[in-house]
């Protein structure tokens, strides 16, 4: 699992960064609104613990953009902020859940694992996006209902892009994910490859959108 922590302090980021690391989950870290932006836009993640105040804005604010894109990730705001109505300001942007600093890190980890559950339970295993459905149990894609047959490895991809539609994913990091899978998939060019064998042969060019010079989107 992939998580995102936005903190200023960095005695508390290397602390919480430690201890996640140590339950086995992969952690990013921002000291900075603009470097969350940064990591979230190049990347992707099951979860954001945001901190309310930073040095060039507010947690609330980064919250709120990211609704605005509709994505799903689950963000657990961490703040020394106790009122209930600023908890309840930071649950009606959009944070699915709120903690008050100090606290424990077994309850920190708690509150972590309920809402990775919660996501996971969310997930559909059907993605559909115009005249295309992708049956993630069947692995089967149809298009105008007409099933198209792809290899494992190119279904894979268009998994990966439907998943995060309307955000541009590197051939680096398409690679680099499917990578943690497929081992064959160790560059850039084959990345390439895989996209063109799944336009031939679903006729999705204008669906799967190439990004010159980055990479490729599913865009609305």
């Known amino acids: 699992m992939n998580i995102l922590l936005v903190e200023d302090d960095e005695l508390l980021c290397d602390m919480i960064s430690m201890l ?7 952690c990013d870290v921002a000291n900075s609104a603009a470097q969350a932006r940064e990591l979230y836009d190049n990347n992707s993640y099951q979860l954001i613990l945001m901190d309310w105040n ?10 709120k953009e990211i609704r605005a894109y509709q994505d799903a990730v689950c963000v657990l ?15 009606d942007v959009g944070a699915d859940d709120y903690l008050c600093k100090p606290y424990s890190n077994i309850e920190l980890l708690a509150r972590i694992r309920a809402l990775l559950r919660r996501e996971s339970s969310q997930k559909t295993t059907m993605l559909t996006h115009k005249n295309v459905t992708l049956d993630l149990a069947l692995r089967e894609l149809k298009v105008d209902a007409e099933a198209i047959k792809l290899t494992e490895k190119e279904f894979a991809l268009l ?30 060019n084959l990345v390439d490859v895989h996209v063109k064998n799944i336009r031939k042969k679903s006729g999705l060019n204008d669906i799967i959108a190439t990004v010159r010079g980055v990479g490729y989107s599913v865009k609305d």
């Open 54 to 63: 930073l040095p060039d804005g507010n947690g609330i604010e980064l919250i």
């Open 20 to 26: 996640l690391k140590k339950e086995k989950y992969s």
């Open 159 to 188: 998994e990966l892009l439907m998943l995060h539609k309307n955000k541009v994913l590197s051939r680096f990091e398409i690679s680099e994910l499917l990578a943690k899978s497929f081992d064959a998939i160790k560059s850039s």
């Open 77 to 91: 705001m961490l703040s020394g902020r106790e009122s209930v109505d600023e908890r309840v300001e930071a649950l």
